[in-house]
């Protein structure tokens, strides 16, 4: 493949040396992948995954294996993708190489459409290009949100002498600890619209240490009629490199490694074995159509039976999802998403919008609404929205959906916050058309987690000048379905229902975001 319209940069001395090491250059990039397929005579969906920036002289695409084996098994095609030639090296990188990473995934989907047509070739029938998975892994996990955006131009968008023919079925993006931002094409994030879309991020991530697959997962749209999904997936004490069996427990090359602590650290099969259960799970359900796998997007818990002992906090969204509050409209704090609806805070010690914001400061791109409160004798704090007239027909399976996470902020400005934090509970208060109340703890789901603490490295100078805090938010989705409200108060109906209640009687103090309010059907 000619490389050279996506690279100009790359010339000089560093570009011929990769090219007396490689045996080729910009000009002739290579498609080599790492093959595992069903046995059978197929069609079989297809699956791409790729690598992020490790040492390019030690390959990373036999990392996974270990999701060829399975995936292979449930009747996928999967293709671990070689990009090494693009990793970083002692001589210098390829400087702005997201771009290309992108477009070599789609050059290897054009490789698998034409064997596919070929006669006497080996997959010759044997693929579903209309049932395309890609997955990739810290900057590939970058790579394969920008290919999914590409898939659906007509020519690069900042070179229309690179045309683009592609036209794939890309059904869902798979993201495992990806960075975002380091390529925005011409200067905007990548658009993601239509496809299902699955991100992994851990804890104790020293090397995307921010939770940066958000991004992509809050800027997701789902505008046509077909059913689709999206799930993250915050996994306490994975690290970066464990999803990968070449790569391993440390996130960082000498002589930063021998700073890092790893004491933390979950056992690297079990890490493994997360991404195995969910990846597989995500795909049974997006490609093969399995509803039985989404529980385990909307609760983790329900696939306790498959997983090691492990702190897992989940986002969810479907294109079921009606929203009626998620603060990206506006400076009102009293003019919610859904016109008509008229937001209120009572007795609360904090009510204000905010960007979200992640360690270092890092920029999510989304905006929730911050509330605090403190005990006040005879005063019951809470956050209200009432609603408009609904054009939706609420039954019993209608869900009430909200993502919430704690701070670790006092709600009174100038205090120091809390040493320690308790789990977060607090009241859910639905009010039916004739003022009948339904009352829920979100306790009788789960509480809200507190911020999680975490520790980078052994030096207490690094970790401040590289991590700066040992917390960011952590956003936590709850869907409560009528049929509980109708359950606590047998006389409510959601028919007509007028407002939507936070009652913070259930924790003496504390500071949460609150963003996405809506309904799932």
């Not at 998975?133 to 999914?148: K, N, P, T």
């Not at 994975?238 to 021998?258: E, I, K, V």
Request: hydrophobic share 45%; with cysteine.
């Amino acid at each position: 493949m000619d490389a050279s319209l996506l690279l100009p940069g790359f010339t000089g001395a560093a570009a011929r040396i990769r090219k007396w090491y490689w045996g080729f250059g910009k000009d002739a990039f290579p498609l080599n992948g790492r093959v595992t397929y069903p046995v059978g005579k197929g069609p079989f969906p297809l699956v791409l995954a790729v690598h992020g920036n490790a040492t390019a002289q030690e390959p990373s695409d036999a990392g996974y294996a270990y999701l060829g084996e399975l995936l292979a098994s449930r009747g996928f095609i999967f293709v671990s993708v070689d990009e090494n030639f693009l990793n970083r090296s002692w001589e210098g990188g390829v400087p702005h190489e997201n771009a290309a990473r992108a477009w070599i995934l789609l050059k290897h989907l054009e490789a698998w459409r034409a064997w596919n047509a070929q006669e006497g070739n080996p997959f010759q029938g044997k693929v579903l290009l209309d049932d395309i998975a890609l997955v990739g892994h810290s900057r590939g996990g970058e790579a394969v949100a920008l290919a999914a955006a590409f898939n659906r131009l007509p020519c690069h968008p900042e070179n229309a002498a690179l045309p683009f023919a592609f036209g794939f079925g890309i059904r869902a993006v798979v993201a495992i600890a990806p960075i975002d931002g380091q390529y925005e094409p011409a200067g905007q994030p990548a658009p993601l619209q239509d496809v299902d879309y699955l991100v992994l991020q851990g804890s104790h991530d020293a090397d995307v240490s921010m939770f940066a697959g958000s991004r992509p997962y809050q800027r997701l749209r789902f505008t046509g009629g077909e059913p689709h999904f999206k799930a993250a997936l915050w996994v306490y004490r994975a690290n970066h490199g464990q999803f990968n069996t070449r790569w391993g427990l440390y996130d960082h090359d000498p002589p930063m490694a021998w700073f890092q602590g790893t004491r933390a650290l979950m056992d690297g099969e079990d890490q493994r074995r997360i991404a195995r259960v969910f990846i597989s799970g995500f795909l049974e359900a997006s490609i093969h159509g399995r509803g039985e796998y989404l529980p385990m997007f909307r609760d983790p818990r329900t696939a306790s039976a498959w997983l090691p002992n492990a702190l897992i906090l989940n986002q969810f969204e479907d294109s079921t999802f009606q929203a009626v509050a998620t603060f990206e409209d506006g400076l009102d704090l009293t003019r919610a998403t859904l016109p008509g609806a008229v937001q209120r805070g009572e007795n609360l010690a904090a009510w204000r919008l905010r960007p979200v914001k992640g360690r270092g400061d890092f920029n999510f791109h989304n905006r929730a609404v911050q509330l605090g409160w403190v005990p006040a004798p005879g005063k019951v704090p809470a956050y209200a929205i009432a609603l408009p007239p609904l054009a939706w027909d609420m039954t019993a399976g209608t869900r009430l959906v909200f993502s919430m996470a704690a701070l670790d902020e006092d709600p009174l400005p100038g205090q120091p916050p809390p040493l320690r934090q308790a789990p977060i509970d607090l009241t859910l208060e639905l009010v039916a058309a004739d003022g009948t109340v339904a009352r829920v703890p979100l306790s009788s789901l789960r509480a809200l987690q507190p911020p999680v603490k975490v520790r980078f490295t052994k030096w207490d100078a690094l970790e401040r000048t590289l991590y700066k805090q040992n917390w960011e938010p952590v956003f936590q989705t709850y869907e409560l379905p009528m049929a509980l409200f109708k359950e606590a108060s047998p006389t409510w109906s959601p028919v007509g229902m007028r407002e939507i209640r936070f009652v913070f009687d259930r924790t003496p103090r504390g500071t949460v975001l609150l963003d996405e309010i809506g309904f799932g059907f």
